[in-house]
């Protein structure tokens, strides 16, 4: 008998389920816009001119119009003082048609990003970064008002592609508090076994190996190796990451912490970058705004 060839992982299309996301977010949006005459609304503080964060607030105000969320915005010129930033987080705090209050990351340096973030009214954080949302989300039996984006992503990728969490080993490489330390602790509230690997971890490879789901958001380029991968484990790849590509017009290309090419030989599930956790991000940021807005009509 020849033998098996051996399939290839099933590509997590990031994409597409943040499409169909939205989809679904719309049409509650049109109920909403029926039934209470008002919409969600989300407020964003951009300070300064990034290209990325630029890019990126640009990309949010442009899907909150598809799904009929309303956008307030507000660019701050670099040399803005602190006091000026949080006074503007205050008037979107004291707005009843804002549900949602996003302050584009990294802030300047003269400017105290926790003190900022920790303004933004807990009912309105939807980047779900408030340390009361946070510490919620650590302790058993308590729930947060929003959940991390990204880590909110992850495991709805998980879901919807029909990789249980449950009873499962999972990994976590990278332990920041945007997306390590937060996904970590969803794992675990879906009564997972988790580990955390970080920089400090003698012989990562080993742990990895034993995991069934695999999240790496540790900002390596392709530091994850297709025999680092358990056969049929599902790997959630949140890295981008720029590396060198003389063929691209740019002159680069993003890669992800997953040596791509090597691990869908192995994996059972895998998601692509781009176009897996990305689109994933901002599908969720629509929905904790409209969740928020469901919230406040009592919905």
């Not at 009912?123 to 779900?128: R, Y």
Request: aromatic residues 4%.
């Amino acid at each position: 008998m020849a033998s098996e060839q051996k399939q290839e992982a099933n590509l997590i299309d990031g994409k597409a389920i943040a499409n169909t996301i939205r989809k679904e977010i719309a049409s509650e949006v049109s109920y909403l816009s029926q039934k209470y005459g008002k919409v969600p609304g989300l407020a964003v503080v951009i300070v300064g001119n990034r290209k990325d964060s630029q890019s990126y607030v640009k990309m949010k105000r442009k899907a909150c119009a598809e799904v009929g969320i309303k956008s307030f915005d507000t660019d701050l010129p670099e040399d803005v003082s602190e006091e000026e930033v949080i006074r503007k987080v205050h008037e979107f705090n004291a707005d009843p048609d804002v549900h949602g209050i996003l302050v584009q990351l990294p802030l300047p340096n003269h400017i105290n990003e926790e003190k900022v973030l920790s303004e933004i009214s807990i009912e309105k954080d939807v980047d779900g970064f408030h340390p009361l949302n946070i510490g919620k989300l650590a302790m058993k039996g308590r729930e947060p008002l929003f959940l991390p984006c990204t880590p909110k992503g992850c495991l709805e990728l998980l879901s919807r592609s029909g990789v249980s969490v449950k009873n499962k080993k999972a990994v976590v490489v990278g332990r920041s508090n945007i997306v390590g330390l937060p996904v970590a602790l969803l794992l675990l509230k879906a009564d997972a076994t988790v580990t955390i690997v970080h920089s400090r971890t003698h012989n990562p490879e080993s742990i990895i190996r034993e995991a069934d789901i695999v999240i790496a958001a540790a900002g390596q380029a392709m530091m994850i190796k297709g025999d680092w991968i358990k056969p049929g484990a599902a790997v959630i790849d949140v890295g981008t990451n720029s590396v060198d590509d003389p063929t691209k017009k740019s002159g680069y290309r993003l890669v992800g912490d997953v040596d791509f090419e090597q691990a869908k030989r192995v994996a059972g599930w895998l998601t692509p970058v781009p176009g897996g956790v990305g689109p994933m991000t901002v599908a969720m940021l629509l929905k904790n705004t409209l969740e928020g807005a469901k919230r406040k009509f009592g919905n």
